[in-house]
T-cell receptor, first 115, second 114 residues
Framework: AQKITQTQPGMFVQEKEAVTLDCTYD???????LFWYKQPSSGEMIFLIY??????QNATEGRYSLNFQKARKSANLVISASQLGDSAMYFC????????????FGPGTRLSVLP | KAGVTQTPRYLIKTRGQQVTLSCSPI?????VSWYQQTPGQGLQFLFE???????NKGNFPGRFSGRQFSNSRSEMNVSTLELGDSALYLC?????????????FGPGTRLTVL
C-alpha cells in the first residue's frame, strides 16, 4: 500500500533563511512520481515541484529544490531564502505509474515564516 | 490559460439533503479527479474520470458519485448528507490518466453540513 509520511506537523523559519520539509514514502513500484504542493489559507493547492523516480538529478524550481534519496525513500523539499508569503501548508504526494493509481497525499506540514 | 474552476465556492446544506458540485478542468485536460479534505483525515482521493469513464475510485460510500461530460467538465454528487461530509472538496485536472502527470487543482468547494 502507498504511504506518505511527513513527520513535521509544524515548522518555523526566519525570513530569508532556508528550510527543509521532510517527506518519506513507501512503495513497491519502481516507477513513480513525487510532488510537492503548497496550500495557502485560501485553500487552493499550488504545484511546486516534481521528481520522477528515474530522474538522476534533484529537481529544482526557483527557490524550491527536492532532495531526492531513492534508497532511503525520502523526498525532502528545500525552500531557500524564505519569504513571508511562503507561510502555508505543504503537502508531499506520490503517484505510481501503474494503471489505476492516483495521488496519495501526506498529512502536510504547516510552515510559518517569521519576520 | 484559465485554471481549474469549481462552483460553487461555498455551500451550506442540512443533513439528509443532496448536493452537486461542479468542476471545469483546464482546456485540453481530459482527466478530472476529486478529493475530500478534512482536518481529521487530510486529503483523500474520491474518484477520477477520464473521457467520461470512471477510472479509479477511493474508499468512500456509494453516496458519493460523479460523472464527466463530453467536454471534460465533471460533477460530483453526495446524497443523504451527513455531518461528517463537511469538508473542502478539491477538483484536479491533468492531461492524461495514469502515469506521472501533474495535477492542477481548483480553489475547492467548502461544504458545510448542518
Amino acid at each position: 500500500a502507498q504511504k506518505i509520511t511527513q513527520t513535521q506537523p509544524g515548522m518555523f523559519v526566519q525570513e530569508k533563511e532556508a528550510v527543509t520539509l521532510d517527506c518519506t514514502y513507501d512503495t513497491s513500484d519502481q516507477s513513480y512520481g513525487l510532488f510537492w504542493y503548497k496550500q495557502p489559507s485560501s485553500g487552493e493547492m499550488i504545484f511546486l515541484i516534481y521528481q520522477g523516480s528515474y530522474d538522476e538529478q534533484n529537481a529544482t524550481e526557483g527557490r524550491y529544490s527536492l532532495n531526492f534519496q531513492k534508497a532511503r525513500k525520502s523526498a525532502n523539499l528545500v525552500i531557500s531564502a524564505s519569504q513571508l508569503g511562503d507561510s502555508a501548508m505543504y503537502f508531499c504526494a506520490m503517484r505510481e505509474t501503474n494503471y489505476g493509481q492516483n495521488f496519495v497525499f501526506g498529512p502536510g506540514t504547516r510552515l510559518s515564516v517569521l519576520p | 490559460k484559465a485554471g481549474v474552476t469549481q462552483t460553487p465556492r461555498y455551500l451550506i446544506k442540512t443533513r439528509g439533503q443532496q448536493v452537486t458540485l461542479s468542476c471545469s478542468p483546464i482546456s485540453g485536460h481530459r482527466s478530472v479527479s476529486w478529493y475530500q479534505q478534512t482536518p481529521g483525515q487530510g486529503l483523500q482521493f474520491l474518484f477520477e474520470y477520464f473521457s467520461e469513464t470512471q477510472r479509479n475510485k477511493g474508499n468512500f460510500p456509494g453516496r458519493f458519485s460523479g460523472r464527466q461530460f463530453s467536454n471534460s467538465r465533471s460533477e460530483m454528487n453526495v446524497s443523504t448528507l451527513e455531518l461528517g461530509d463537511s469538508a473542502l472538496y478539491l477538483c484536479a485536472s491533468s492531461k492524461l490518466t495514469g502515469g506521472v502527470n501533474e495535477q492542477f487543482f481548483g480553489p475547492g468547494t467548502r461544504l458545510t453540513v448542518l
